[in-house]
């Protein structure tokens, strides 16, 4: 893992922007974007969780899909996805296999399940997305967690419901 920079702050500020947009829309409060090299937004995706109960809808999954569909290796493998919130182990193997280069996040999975608790909508899954990552067969940079009190601020008051 990595630490950041003013520049990877300053997008990741642009994903907390997006998971607020999410909780307006009725879903939960994750969201991301990806950037390519150049430091231009290709692509922002919210959590999906409803209207179906999709719990497979997260943001990063749902980016990685689109990511897949509209760009090409090259692109993927110079660009970032940032994450409101570390990718879960299915986020993580979706970036993986998506091919995106880096992965930059505010909320660690732990501190978030530890907010979540044993909500019924959000069974964290406590493992690093490095991890996955690393058991992988190319590399995955990793910079987080960043900025996580103001990304756990986006969760004030949801898990409590």
């Not at 940032?82 to 990718?87: G, H, Q, T």
């Not at 190319?138 to 990304?151: F, K, N």
């Not at 601020?153 to 409590?160: F, I, K, N, S």
Request: proline content about 5%; glycine content about 10%; some cysteine.
């Amino acid at each position: 893992m990595s630490g950041g920079s003013e520049r990877d702050e300053h997008f990741l500020r642009l994903s907390f922007a997006v998971a607020r947009r999410s909780l307006t829309h009725g879903n939960h409060p994750f969201g991301c974007i990806v950037v390519d090299a150049e430091g231009k937004v290709l692509i922002e995706a919210e959590n999906g969780y409803m209207p179906d109960h999709d719990g497979t809808a997260h943001a990063e999954r749902l980016a990685a899909t689109q990511a897949c569909r509209t760009l090409g290796r090259e692109v993927l493998a110079r660009a970032t996805l940032y994450s409101s919130a570390e990718p879960c182990a299915m986020c993580a193997g979706a970036i993986y296999w998506a091919g995106i280069g880096r992965v930059v996040y505010g909320l660690s999975e732990h501190r978030l399940r530890g907010i979540t608790g044993d909500h019924p909508e959000n069974p964290t899954l406590d493992l690093p997305c490095c991890e996955v990552f690393a058991s992988g067969q190319r590399p995955t940079e990793v910079a987080g967690p960043l900025l996580e009190d103001e990304a756990e601020a986006l969760h004030d008051g949801v898990w409590t419901k």
